[in-house]
Nanobody, 119 residues
Framework: QVQLVESGGGLVQAGGSLRLSCAASGRAFSNLRMAWFRQAPGRERTFVASINCMTGSTTYPDSLKGRFTISRDNVKTTVILQMNSLKPEDTAVYYC????????????WGQGTQVTVSS
């Protein structure tokens, strides 16, 4: 099991930036793939970004490339999501997730952090 604690959400104006953090514990960090998902009111949870904590390789949906950046700190066992040029449609609850590199499903989830972008 991996315990995940998110922080850094809040209210920001359109065009602004926010930085979300996810602290992981309970399992060897470098053996994880960690990801961010988001869920807007009345909508399904969608993928935002992921990172292989061993190699640092990242993946993003095309719609978010260039605005969002995921990174990791293996010493602090923390994953960061840097969000720039935010838009009102980025408003959602953002969730951190983790899975062992050998698995395909994310079974470990954080509690979520609210991001609200005002126009």
């Amino acid at each position: 099991q991996v315990q995940l604690v998110e922080s850094g959400g809040g209210l920001v104006q359109a065009g602004g930036s926010l930085r979300l953090s996810c602290a992981a514990s309970g399992r060897a960090f470098s053996n994880l793939r960690m990801a961010w998902f988001r869920q807007a009111p009345g909508r399904e949870r969608t993928f935002v970004a992921s990172i292989n904590c061993m190699t640092g390789s990242t993946t993003y949906p095309d719609s978010l490339k260039g605005r969002f950046t995921i990174s990791r700190d293996n010493v602090k066992t923390t994953v960061i999501l840097q969000m720039n040029s935010l838009k009102p449609e980025d408003t959602a609850v953002y969730y951190c997730a983790a899975r062992p590199l050998s698995d395909t499903d994310y079974k470990n989830w954080g509690q979520g952090t609210q991001v609200t972008v005002s126009s």
